[in-house]
T-cell receptor
Framework: RKEVEQDPGPFNVPEGATVAFNCTYS??????FFWYRQDCRKEPKLLMS???SGNEDGRFTAQLNRASQYISLLIRDSKLSDSATYLC????????????FGKGTRLSVIA | DAGVIQSPRHEVTEMGQEVTLRCKPI?????LFWYRQTMMRGLELLIY????????DSGMPEDRFSAKMPNASFSTLKIQPSEPRDSAVYFC????????????FGSGTRLTVV
């Protein structure tokens, strides 16, 4: 099983739709979790951290399910500008080890 | 804050040539990471440094790749000799060691080896 797995998509959704991505991770002792956004031909940028209690930032909601070892990202009222690749990121449990990035899920929001 | 600065933005070179990629991390960040991104393999960690010391270079593909961090504000990734399969986007990222925050990435260097 890969360390971090995501459905590559693409997810093609109309403007205003709600879309959700899931990501699974293999190490149950992983420490922290993030969602990054990467626009075409640009660098990845931190979108939000994922907390055990779940967290929301505007139209974006992230949730963590430690028992099932998955992380989700929900986007409500999708905008054209949300079109990007969303990377699921996990910090392994051993000390200060580097973040592990999933390959990303591509989202296209269509007018 | 200028962010993580990488140069050059684009590099086209012939097979067999030496390529040097440069990175200036965010001031105060003491961890620096070099990643390579391709469509097939996604983001791969090549090497990372803590306090200018290389910690893990197990991701470096082979001896043709080398990285240095002579001081806290500068790092290089060198490929010698370059091959067409090295064509990718190379990202540098930095963070404050021990931080629970993620990494800040540079804009990347798009390398094409012909």
């Amino acid at each position: 099983r890969k360390e971090v797995e995501q459905d590559p998509g693409p997810f093609n959704v109309p403007e205003g739709a709600t879309v959700a991505f899931n990501c699974t991770y293999s190490n149950s002792a992983s420490q922290s979790f993030f969602w990054y956004r990467q626009d075409c031909r640009k660098e990845p940028k931190l979108l939000m951290s994922v907390y055990s209690s779940g967290n929301e930032d505007g139209r974006f909601t992230a949730q963590l399910n430690r028992a099932s070892q998955y992380i989700s990202l929900l986007i409500r009222d999708s905008k054209l500008s949300d079109s990007a690749t969303y990377l699921c990121v996990v910090r392994p449990p051993l000390g200060n080890t580097p973040l592990v990035f999933g390959k990303g899920t591509r989202l296209s929001v269509i007018a | 804050d200028a962010g993580v600065i990488q140069s050059p933005r684009h590099e086209v070179t012939e097979m067999g040539q030496e390529v040097t990629l440069r990175c200036k991390p965010i001031s105060g960040h003491n961890s620096l990471f070099w990643y390579r991104q391709t469509m097939m393999r996604g983001l791969e960690l090549l090497i990372y440094f803590n306090n200018n010391v290389p910690i893990d270079d197990s991701g470096m593909p082979e001896d043709r790749f080398s990285a240095k961090m002579p001081n806290a504000s500068f790092s290089t990734l060198k490929i010698q000799p370059s091959e067409p399969r090295d064509s990718a986007v190379y990202f540098c990222a930095s963070s404050a060691q021990g931080s629970n925050y993620g990494y800040t990435f540079g804009s990347g260097t798009r390398l094409t080896v012909v």
